[in-house]
């Protein structure tokens, strides 16, 4: 089977992992598994480039970039708006998700250990400075009131995933929030949000990592790729039994958790008790 | 302590005094009233008397500190063997594995009377226990991430271990410190430079991910596969070796002096292990009387250790074999595949168990750091509080899988598993298990078949391993 909408016959979906060196000290490396394994899981060809530091950025289908350190996220931006093929590839509509770290620095500016801004790709319209308080570490659920939707029109299920910032981010009027929170922090600017997207680029704190704990929201971007290059969109459906019983755990853990600290973030509760953070450290983003 | 403080001490002594009496007697009382060994609690009341208490207990006696991400709990346990020949006889230590103050006080309580301490450290407190100890050995295993939630990223607690060893300058007591740090970690390196003396152990690490930028200047490390490195913008480097690791695991010193390295505890990171704590015990001096512990004698020492705090231990049950394996991290579980693999062995099951505790980390996103992948072909159980994101991750890897919750349980379906491919194979003599090995490198788990008689290994972070441990 030749046809058009034979996904095998199709040139081979490139996900690129970007600077895995610097932006993977978080396990956010993952959301390249997940996207490449629900694509080949469908039949279509994919290789996932982990996209070194110190080398040309790859051209390809969707890219992710996940949390890091300091010192390395402040390379890593400085490195990708020179080489220019990221903000070059998202100017043709292929999309990317950034998480922590990897959002922060897709906006226009973020700061370093000692809170000098630097300057991000500029393709979310966010600023992130550092917080003030505690960072911010837990468990956090989103609902998806103007984030973006499927073709069908509906609300993704609720986003899950755990956060782990000192950075505090505002969202411009050049784009979206992504989630508005539920339990847990987010964004942390006071107006209660997670996240942002404008177009097809997508940013979180989210952990889990992000699109193993939300993978409709995967589908979604895998969508959105296919799209970007001309191809059917479409994607089969997938027996999601185990993403789903994970979801649920993680949805009835967070929920009970949230009943029992109110509003406050969890970690807050936490340092208080003294077993947090057993070292002091200014507030870092990433 | 400068001299001639004498009458400002008065007010000091006592309070350390009431201090210990009183560590000791919430010690008893918790061991009494069984609510645990009592060792952390009775160490937190008497640091709430006297938070200077660690300095004041430590002084006079030869302190040695291990710290690191992975090995900490075994290599303590082995530099207690290789001073006192596994009676840990005169030296005190934390065997508990309480490695944060409140179990360095209760150690330093319950060892009132020997004259040398080894104490294991969390990562986040080297630094301070440097400066109240004034430890004669410092051994730095590895940095690697782990427990970001709670601990720190990897570059921050490498500054933090620098200072500390760098700020240890001038000591009250004026007892030289010797540090035994890994030279193959770049991070431990950049921490351990600062200090005045290092003896650097070339023990041939293989996670590198946590230390690709360079931490002196940003550049980039680039790694050698003979097992050097250099960072390709500044002159950071490996630094020159005391001693180390060769491929015939064979522990070779700068001098020619070549030592094997035979140990009953399984894979590389204790040998890797074993090497540190053949360097790190004849600097303690004279421990315990008035023996130096050669290198060659804690070595010999560390021969016929099996098991440190229930690591690697092998429990019965059910008439089969179970090995209890802890790893916390993408480095250790790694670690541990690759003690799987140069076994060669065919385990009769294979069952993984992962928590999110606070020991353990709250976030479990560094499951997708583990290679899981290595394990496609055979078939696993997934099990503990967070079986669900190991079973997402191993569905992701194309693991087979199953899912127990319960540890117990699936420590026994793996046991009944194993018999039930024991009673289809037949009455599997070794030699019919050989040839089917030879017919069928197979992909699809026949490989494990013949090792039917192999151990079912239970493979756990922190909780679940503690928790299984005293379950069985």
């Given at each position: ?99 922590c770290?990897?959002f ?32 911010a570490?837990?468990?956090v659920l989103a609902r998806f009131d103007r984030g ?10 609720d986003l899950t995933g755990?956060e782990?910032h000192?950075?505090?981010t505002?969202v411009?009027?050049?784009?979206a929030p992504l989630a508005r929170v539920l339990t847990g922090v987010g964004n942390g600017g006071?107006d209660r949000v997670e996240g942002a997207w404008?177009?097809?680029?997508v940013g979180t704190y989210l952990?889990?990592?992000v ?76 | ?472």
């Amino acid at each position: 089977m030749t046809g058009a909408t034979d996904p095998s016959a199709q040139p081979e979906l490139v996900v690129v992992v970007v600077y895995p060196d610097l932006l993977g000290t978080y396990g956010d490396g993952g959301n390249g598994i997940v996207l490449a394994q629900r694509a080949r899981w469908r039949g279509y060809r994919v290789s996932v480039r982990e996209a070194r530091s110190g080398s040309p950025l790859p051209e390809g289908d969707l890219y992710c970039l996940g949390g890091g350190e300091d010192g390395p996220q402040v390379r890593a931006a400085s490195l990708l708006i020179e080489d220019g093929t990221l903000a070059r590839q998202a100017g043709r509509g292929v999309p990317v998700l950034g998480v922590c770290a990897g959002f922060q620095i897709l906006g226009h500016r973020f700061p370093d250990a000692d809170d000098r801004p630097h300057r991000g790709l500029g393709l979310l319209d966010i600023t992130t400075r550092k917080g003030r308080g505690a960072r911010a570490v837990g468990e956090v659920l989103a609902r998806f009131d103007r984030g973006p939707r499927p073709a069908d029109g509906r609300r993704l299920p609720d986003l899950t995933g755990f956060e782990n910032h000192g950075g505090v981010t505002t969202v411009g009027p050049g784009a979206a929030p992504l989630a508005r929170v539920l339990t847990g922090v987010g964004n942390g600017g006071g107006d209660r949000v997670e996240g942002a997207w404008h177009g097809r680029v997508v940013g979180t704190y989210l952990h889990g990592p992000v699109l193993a704990r939300n993978v409709q929201l995967a589908d979604l971007l895998l969508g959105w790729a296919l799209e970007a290059r001309g191809s059917a969109s479409r994607l089969a459906p997938l027996d999601d039994t185990e993403e789903e019983a994970l979801r649920a755990e993680r949805l009835a853990a967070t929920e009970v958790r949230g009943l029992r600290g109110a509003a406050r973030p969890f970690s807050r509760g936490f340092q208080r008790r003294g077993i947090g953070n057993p070292i002091s450290r200014p507030a870092q983003p990433g | 302590m400068s001299s001639g403080g004498g009458g400002a001490l008065r007010i000091p002594a006592a309070r350390a005094a009431l201090a210990v009496r009183t560590g000791s007697a919430v010690n008893r009382l918790s061991r009494l009233l069984d609510l645990g060994s009592g060792t952390v609690i009775g160490g937190r009341a008497a640091l709430a008397i006297d938070p200077r208490l660690i300095g004041r207990l430590a002084r006079g006696r030869r302190v040695a500190l291990v710290s690191g991400t992975n090995g900490k709990t075994t290599t303590t346990g082995m530099l207690v063997a290789a001073l006192t020949g596994g009676t840990g006889t005169g030296v005190g230590t934390n065997r508990t594995g309480a490695n944060m103050p409140a179990g360095h006080a209760a150690a330093l309580v319950d060892h009132r009377l020997a004259a040398t301490i080894v104490l294991e450290v969390d990562e986040g407190y080297l630094a301070e226990l440097i400066a109240e100890t004034e430890p004669r050995v410092v051994v730095l295993l590895n940095l690697s991430r782990d427990q970001l939630d709670r601990i720190s990223e990897v570059r921050m607690l490498a500054d933090l271990w620098r200072q500390g060893l760098a700020g240890n300058g001038e000591r009250a007591t004026g007892s030289p410190m010797t540090v035994v740090a890994n030279a193959d970690d770049p991070m431990v390196v950049w921490a351990a430079m600062a200090a005045p003396t290092v003896r650097w152990v070339g023990v041939g690490q293989v996670w590198h991910d946590d230390a690709v930028g360079c931490p002196a200047c940003g550049g980039r490390i680039e790694f050698d596969p003979l097992g050097g490195w250099q960072c390709d913008s500044c002159a950071f480097g490996r630094p020159e070796l005391f001693a180390s690791i060769d491929r015939s695991r064979t522990l070779v010193f700068a001098d020619g002096t070549r030592l094997p390295l035979e140990i009953e505890l399984p894979g590389t990171f204790n040998r890797a292990n074993a090497a540190m704590v053949a360097v790190a015990a004849p600097e303690m001096g004279a421990a315990t009387g008035a023996e130096v512990v050669t290198p060659g004698t804690a070595l010999e020492r560390l021969r016929m250790l099996v098991d440190v705090a229930g690591r690697f231990s092998t429990v019965e049950r059910l008439g089969r074999t179970v090995r209890l394996l802890l790893a916390k991290n993408p480095a250790g579980w790694t670690a541990i595949f690759d003690l799987l693999d140069e076994e060669g062995g065919h385990p009769a099951g294979i069952v993984l168990a992962v928590n999110a505790r606070v020991a353990d980390g709250l976030d479990t996103s560094w499951l997708w750091d583990v290679p899981f992948e290595r394990l496609a072909g055979r078939s696993v159980i997934a099990t503990g509080e967070r079986c669900r994101d190991l079973a997402v991750r191993l569905r992701y890897a194309d693991v087979d899988h199953t899912v127990v919750p319960d540890p117990l349980a699936a420590v026994d379906a793996a046991i009944a598993a194993a018999a039930d491919v024991a009673a289809d194979v037949g009455v599997a003599s070794d030699s019919a298990s050989d040839s089917a090995v030879a017919r069928s490198p197979a992909p699809d788990g026949a490989a494990d078949r013949p090792g039917t008689a192999g151990p079912v290994e239970f493979l756990g972070n922190y909780t679940a391993f503690s928790r299984l441990r005293d379950r069985l």
